[in-house]
């Protein structure tokens, strides 16, 4: 039985500005890097960082719903309040993608994808993330870490395959952005870590509201129950070819045929 897992995060968002609705770049912006995240008067297991034109917050991991939202809000308002310290017309957004103005993509971190690469759980090969730097799409995404006791490869590889259809198959139901998945978030998408694995399929869509971070929060807990009690999993195909297509009407009758949505969870809005 999995034993005292923990849930972590590390989501992406934009900064806009709310005359212009316009996305800005996060460059010189937000403090912090991918190797030297910016830890300055926060809260220990907290850090801020850009990637890309992007803001990057991490949270510690957590046993608790309620202090997973409490976390995550704590961190965008953190954001927040230090883009309105430099400019009063900025404010974050979480959203999937978006079409950047070229003026916000002229410094060279602007051109930066991705410090490692991730994999694909089906083919457990390498994603690839090709002519990136050539378009002025961006994407953001909220990737879920999951720690738990004694983990081994063989054991994180089957529960990832439960997430990507506890909760990777239902979240196209609400995220209907089909551009990310050009970049990536596509279906079965990971990274091991020494704890566990990182969840990479999800976008910055599910930090927006409370109900959707407990959407998420719960979906990943009915993943894990799911794994522990062996249930039957859809063919993959089917899973890969609703995320990568965005294919409601498959992912609708792979979610009833096999009660992928917790019948409590809420309905995220």
């Known amino acids: 039985m999995l034993r005292n897992y923990t849930i972590g995060s590390d989501p992406e968002l934009f900064l806009i500005n709310k005359k212009t609705g316009k996305v800005v770049s996060a460059i010189d912006k937000i403090p912090g890097s991918k190797d030297a995240p910016y830890k300055d008067n926060l809260p220990e297991g907290f850090g801020l960082q850009t990637d890309n034109i992007l803001a990057e917050f991490n949270i510690p991991a957590v046993k608790s719903e309620q202090r997973f939202i409490d976390y995550i809000n704590f961190m965008k308002d953190i954001i927040r309040k230090r883009a309105q310290s430099i400019d009063p017309n900025l404010d974050i957004k979480c959203m999937a993608s978006a079409k950047v103005p070229a003026k916000e993509l002229k410094h060279p971190q602007a051109k930066e994808f991705g410090c490692d690469p991730d994999y694909c759980i089906y083919t457990e090969g390498p994603n690839q993330v090709t002519g990136a730097?050539?378009?002025?799409?961006?994407?953001?995404?909220?990737?879920?870490?999951?720690?738990?006791?004694?983990?081994?490869?063989?054991?994180?590889?089957?529960?990832?395959?439960?997430?990507?259809?506890?909760?990777?198959?239902?979240?196209?139901?609400?995220?209907?952005?089909?551009?990310?998945?050009?970049?990536?978030?596509?279906?079965?998408?990971?990274?091991?870590?020494?704890?566990?694995?990182?969840?990479?399929?999800?976008?910055?869509?599910?930090?927006?509201?409370?109900?959707?971070?407990?959407?998420?929060?719960?979906?990943?807990?009915?993943?894990?129950?799911?794994?522990?009690?062996?249930?039957?999993?859809?063919?993959?195909?089917?899973?890969?070819?609703?995320?990568?297509?965005?294919?409601?009407?498959?992912?609708?009758?792979?979610?009833?045929?096999?009660?992928?949505?917790?019948?409590?969870?809420?309905?995220?809005?």
Not at 156 to 171: E, H, K, N, Q, W
Not at 187 to 209: D, K
Not at 263 to 268: A, I, R
Request: include cysteine.
């Open 133 to 269: 730097a050539r378009t002025n799409l961006r994407s953001a995404g909220f990737h879920i870490h999951v720690g738990y006791q004694n983990n081994t490869i063989d054991q994180s590889m089957l529960m990832l395959r439960y997430i990507d259809a506890y909760v990777g198959l239902p979240s196209i139901l609400y995220d209907t952005d089909a551009e990310r998945r050009k970049l990536y978030g596509k279906a079965g998408c990971f990274r091991l870590q020494p704890y566990g694995f990182e969840y990479r399929t999800l976008s910055s869509f599910w930090i927006e509201t409370e109900s959707r971070l407990r959407f998420i929060w719960r979906q990943v807990e009915y993943a894990l129950w799911a794994y522990d009690n062996g249930r039957q999993l859809p063919d993959w195909a089917y899973i890969v070819e609703a995320i990568n297509n965005n294919n409601i009407e498959l992912a609708n009758k792979l979610i009833d045929t096999y009660d992928l949505i917790h019948p409590d969870n809420v309905k995220p809005e």
